[in-house]
């Protein structure tokens, strides 16, 4: 598409024409879809749907504030408008006590996947599972393989015969620390 096209497509947007924001959003479909896929890795199929909303949202509001004036093509702009909205609003997105983490079955490879994606993700699970059970201590090693089981606080002290306050201290060093580890 033609910049003088575009700045047209994006005037039409601004007039709230939702024709021309349809034809921008097939136009930069891919780059949406792209940025929702790398960031919606182990969210649930609801949380993806919610982050390509978000996606679709930024793209909006990138054609409303985009002005040519500026020494950035509008498909950069846009990029880095949907790629920072959904990092905000990842950050913004508070989890409810309870949720379990995802089933590791669901981290396995898929049988769609080529031999060599299957061997790469394999061994990506194998290091992650590694660094899990190399930062957790053993009685934290026993909390996690319980949460992720789907064992509440209370069964889980049960179990083990520890308190729940034991237990519940316990998931919040492991939370941190897992999420120490994916910051990395």
């Known amino acids: 598409m033609e910049q003088k096209e575009l700045l047209s497509l994006l005037m039409r947007i601004r007039g709230e024409d939702n024709e021309a924001f349809a034809l921008l959003s097939a136009q930069f479909c891919g780059m949406t879809e792209g940025l929702v896929r790398t960031f ?3 969210l649930c199929e609801a949380d993806g749907r919610e982050l390509a909303q978000e996606a679709r949202l930024a793209l909006y509001r990138a054609a409303c504030t985009y002005q040519d004036s500026a020494s950035v093509t509008f498909g950069l702009y846009a990029r880095i408008c949907v790629r920072n ?4 609003f990842l950050r913004r997105r508070k989890v409810p006590e309870g949720v379990s983490f995802c089933d590791l079955d669901e981290l396995l490879p898929s049988d769609e996947q080529g031999p060599l994606d299957s061997l790469v993700e394999a061994e990506r699970l ?4 590694a660094k899990i059970a190399a930062s957790l201590s053993p009685y934290e090693q026993s909390v996690f393989a319980l949460m992720v089981e789907g064992e509440e606080d209370g069964k889980i002290a049960e179990a083990l015969g520890k308190s729940e306050k034991s237990v519940a201290n316990a998931v919040f060093r492991i939370r941190s620390k897992l999420r120490a580890l994916l910051e990395k």
Do not use: F, M, N
């Open 40 to 42: 919606s890795v182990g």
């Open 126 to 129: 194998a290091e992650l599972t």
């Open 85 to 88: 909205a959904l990092i905000s």
